[in-house]
């Protein structure tokens, strides 16, 4: 009889609510179920009104733990993001320390029930601070994204927090040299910060069908140009900047199609900006999609857009799993030049780079892509997302539990 696998905890307050969620990133959860290839994998996460307390998804054993009573009232983890849900009033500003403590709580008593091999918290904040303060057994691996660091640099007590927290780890790893640069920078720390990420299930979008196809399967024009942008509409995406950027793409490719995959706080102003500058023909408002019914999008456009931005609260992206999921799909990328993305986007090779919080170099920047084969491009760009795929970020994580103590 083989071996029983060691165990795996990972921790995080991002994780799909169910098989059917379209609004969660999938992430956390995609490499939760790539590191099953070696653990036997428990993904520790809020619970929300309507999601199973326990459950398996693929191969990871789900916990949600309730942090509020009534748990009808829970509003910090429903997949729109923590932070977006923190601003939006009084009732989740409540909950952010019990939060806390629950989740402190449960790290400490799963931690010591399962005794894992690998503890694995996703954002300093919370998940990270938890970790660190419960101390669970096993390699503690923080992946550091860029939203738990830019809730740090807004910390009075960011240099303690920072360095307590790093110090607890074994190892951390981050999506994009241009976030270990900030968490460093953050906690006045020397963190050893590897970058492992971002990871992407690159046979899952490996095109299938062909990019005319495609767009007819969705029913858009084979011969029209089809731009596409994914994600929650919220300032640090961009896509304000997007739409004044159009009438400019509009001029020169009429019959260009901007399809916007997604939802947010900003989707009827985008609507109305839209209806205003005359561009209903010509933006395309598709509302949340499946993971599979995003690859269909993906295969059909020939550019993907990544506008982002640094929003008004200093917070930013920093590296768009969006682009390595692009690129697997064979699909070029049009981004800004802030972040990582510039780590992953070659100017002319991969994609086509423009200045943040600019419309006109946006402009420029799609009037350059849309004048070019996005063919070559995205067979260049498929090639990098094998790099990425979640099966080697997995053996990167075996491979560090193995290694002895010690950053």
């Known amino acids: 009889m083989p071996s029983p696998k060691p165990k795996a905890l990972v921790v995080s307050t991002t994780f799909p609510l169910g098989a059917e969620d379209k ?13 099953a290839e070696y653990f036997d994998v428990w993904a520790l996460a809020p619970h929300h009104p309507g999601a199973a307390r326990r459950e398996r998804l693929g191969r990871v054993n789900v916990v949600r733990f309730r ?4 748990a009808s009232a829970q ?6 993001g923590m932070m977006a849900n923190f601003r939006e009033g009084l009732l989740p500003k409540l909950q952010a320390p019990f939060l806390f403590l629950f989740l402190f ?31 669970p057994p096993g390699k503690r691996i923080l992946m550091c994204h860029a939203a738990g660091v830019f809730l740090l640099k807004r910390l ?18 981050t999506s994009s040299r241009f976030i270990a640069e900030s968490l460093d920078e953050a906690g006045e720390i020397k963190s050893g910060a590897v970058r492992v990420g971002p990871g992407v299930r690159a046979s899952n979008f490996a095109r299938q069908v062909s990019r005319v196809d ?28 997007l739409i004044d950027a159009m009438p400019d793409a509009v001029a020169s490719f009429p019959d260009v199609k901007l399809v ?22 010509n933006v395309v408002f598709a509302g949340y999609k499946s993971h599979d019914e995003l690859r269909e999008y993906l295969w059909a456009a020939d550019y993907l857009v990544v506008p982002s931005v640094v929003d008004a609260s200093g917070e930013t992206e920093g590296m768009p799993t969006v682009i390595l ?36 170099s946006l402009a420029d920047a799609l009037t350059r892509a849309l004048s070019t084969d996005p063919g070559p491009l995205g067979e260049k760009a498929a090639e990098i997302a094998k790099r990425y795929d979640f099966s080697a970020v997995a053996e990167i994580y075996r491979d560090a539990v193995m290694e002895g103590d010690g950053k």
Request: net charge positive; hydrophobic share 45%.
């Open 23 to 35: 609004r969660t990133a999938r992430f956390v959860y995609d490499l939760a179920d790539a590191l």
């Open 156 to 173: 009075p007590l960011r240099r303690f927090v920072g360095r307590f927290t790093v110090n607890a780890m074994d190892r951390v790893f």
């Open 325 to 360: 999921e692009a690129f697997a799909a064979g699909c070029p990328a049009v981004g800004s030049r802030v972040d990582g993305i510039p780590e992953l986007i070659n100017e002319g090779e991969t994609g086509f780079l423009c200045e943040t919080r600019d419309a006109g």
């Open 260 to 281: 916007l995959v997604g939802g947010g706080p900003l989707q009827e102003e985008m609507s109305a900006k839209t209806r205003a500058a005359g561009l209903e023909k």
């Open 75 to 80: 509003r910090l983890a429903d997949g729109r």
């Open 67 to 70: 942090y509020f009573l009534p």
């Open 214 to 241: 495609a767009k007819e399967e969705l029913g858009y024009d084979v011969n029209e140009p089809l731009l596409l942008f994914v994600g929650r509409m919220v300032e640090k995406k961009g896509i304000t900047y």
């Open 105 to 135: 709580l449960n790290v400490w008593y799963w931690g010591r029930k399962l005794k894992p091999a690998l503890v694995n918290p996703h954002w300093v904040l919370p998940a990270g601070l938890c970790v660190a303060a419960a101390r």
